[in-house]
């Protein structure tokens, strides 16, 4: 699951680059802070060195992505509008909000945290990289001001509980809740539901 979150992430962090329109290496570091920064603040809140800094394995899946990410971004340039309006955009953003809500749960539970420190590790993990990506483009992140997008992982932190509360575990937990968060994302961005402001 956490590879899957890796490379979604790595290309809707390299679009998001793109659409800010950062030079190639700007478009990469976003990529790789996207991927690799709900899970970095995660292991540290766990107490356990970043998986990233562990082993090279996740690095590589991440450089793949900002890879798919560069040339998805040249290709998708000739249109008109956002890049981060395009599905491809919108796709690997839900993949990876999905698969990181998920790990992060499990994570969270893994490591023994109350229920309340699942939906926490849960929520950060899905949004952390990319509240961090907005940050490093000067502006306030996404999931503060507008949008229906920490909501899912929120949501799917607590049904995580609830599975576990139930009996239900492991990857049976952490499939149902990516798919359930997955899902909740794409009817949301389909339907344009935002939080009202204050």
Avoid: C, Q
């Amino acid at each position: 699951m956490n590879l899957v979150g890796l490379l979604a992430f790595a290309v809707a962090g390299s679009l998001k680059g793109a659409d800010a329109e950062l030079d190639p290496f700007g478009v990469a570091t976003l990529g790789v802070l996207t991927a690799l920064g709900g899970g970095t603040i995660r292991d540290v809140l766990v107490g356990r060195v970043p998986a990233a800094l562990r082993s090279t394995g996740d690095v590589l899946v991440v450089l793949g992505g900002v890879g798919v990410g560069l040339l998805l971004a040249w290709a998708l340039s000739g249109g008109t509008g956002r890049v981060r309006d395009h599905p491809a955009f919108v796709v690997a953003d839900a993949v990876g909000l999905a698969a990181f809500a998920a790990s992060g749960a499990a994570v969270g539970a893994g490591a023994g945290l109350s229920a309340f420190g699942v939906v926490v590790t849960a929520t950060l993990t899905g949004v952390g990289g990319g509240s961090l990506s907005d940050l490093l483009l000067t502006r306030t992140p996404v999931v503060l001001r507008e949008d229906f997008y920490a909501t899912p992982a929120l949501i799917g932190g607590v049904a995580y509980v609830v599975a576990a509360a139930a009996g239900v575990r492991g990857a049976t937990a952490t499939l149902g809740v990516a798919v359930g968060v997955f899902a909740l994302r794409l009817v949301a961005v389909r339907r344009g539901w935002s939080l009202p402001t204050v």
